[in-house]
């Protein structure tokens, strides 16, 4: 049976293809978008939400805005890596679905109080935000999600904003705390497995020769933001984080990783945001996610381009 699933995101061109990629899959049915604050302010997020779902000819698909800043600080932002759009590289036009009424949290607490407990999955994509707003209004709704899969954190990679912690941990780290000490059935993909999900030009060169729309569009997206990546990282390619959200929903059997403790600074100056994960399982503190730590990248980037095809 398909699985019901929200997702919450900051648009962001590896947000955008992880949106495509679940709005292509039969074993996802996509309730709705939530935007959130994040690579980018939250008016260009919810903009860039709405444009993707028109690229992928869905204009069906209810788009909500959420929280325009973290809990407790100052929004950070990633234009460095994006662009200032959030969403350069390809020109896509102007969306005129309509945002919807009412609050991304809102949303998110009544479809998972309306829907049969149990069947609804969280993907989050950006900063954790609206999630946590949600489970500090309406507690009841931790046990009545399936599951959430988030992009987030580090370990083995350590950091991409600071040395210690990732963007989407790093920008709000009370929520990510609220989230990793919620009990909800959690599964972190951190860098350290979307470091290993690289588009080389060979991969970017599969997306363009789909030659339809999407297929283009992707590829100017991977091409935009590759150049950033590949000079700081050197390397081959650039990170496609948050597709590997929607990757591990589709096809779970191409990643591995750990139950263990993940537990999040957000104390110290020097390593805010850092996910202290508990991968060489030295301390007694209980398992609270499963922790990815490895993909199979080639299979992947097929089952990413066989999908992006069908749109
Ligand atoms: C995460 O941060 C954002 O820039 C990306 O969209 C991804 O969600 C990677 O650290
Ligand atoms: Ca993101």
Sequence with gaps: MARKII?????????????????????????GLTAVAGNVPLALTEKNARMICELAGRRDIPVF????????????????????????????PEPTMPLQDGHAVDFIIDTLRAEPSGTVTLCALGPLTNIATALQRAPDI???????????????????????????IYVDPEAADIVFKSGMDIVAVP?????????????TAAF???????????????DFFERFDKEKYGGEGAPLHD????????????????RINVEIETMSDLTLGMTVADW??????????????????????KLLTERLGRL
Excluded at 191 to 203: E, N
């Design 280 to 301: 060489w399982g030295v301390t007694d503190r209980p398992e609270n996610a499963l922790f990815i730590g490895d993909l199979d990248a080639d299979g992947f980037f």
């Design 142 to 168: 931790a046990e009545r999600v399936q599951q959430i899969v988030l992009m987030g954190g580090a370990y083995f990679e350590v950091g991409n904003i600071t040395p210690t912690a990732e963007f989407n």
């Design 7 to 31: 997702i919450d995101t900051d648009p962001g061109q590896d947000d955008a293809v992880a949106i495509l990629l679940a709005l292509a899959s039969p074993e996802l049915v996509v309730l």
């Design 65 to 92: 805005a959420g929280c325009d800043a973290p809990l407790a600080r100052r929004l950070v932002t990633a234009e460095h890596v994006h662009g200032k759009t959030g969403l350069d590289g390809p020109v896509l």
């Design 243 to 258: 597709p590997c959200v929607t990757a591990y929903l589709i096809a779970p059997d191409l990643f591995t990783g750990r």
């Design 191 to 203: 860098l350290d497995v979307t470091h290993k999900a690289l588009v080389t030009a060979q991969r």
């Design 208 to 222: 363009r020769a789909l030659g339809t729309p999407v297929g283009i569009a992707v590829a100017e997206m991977t």
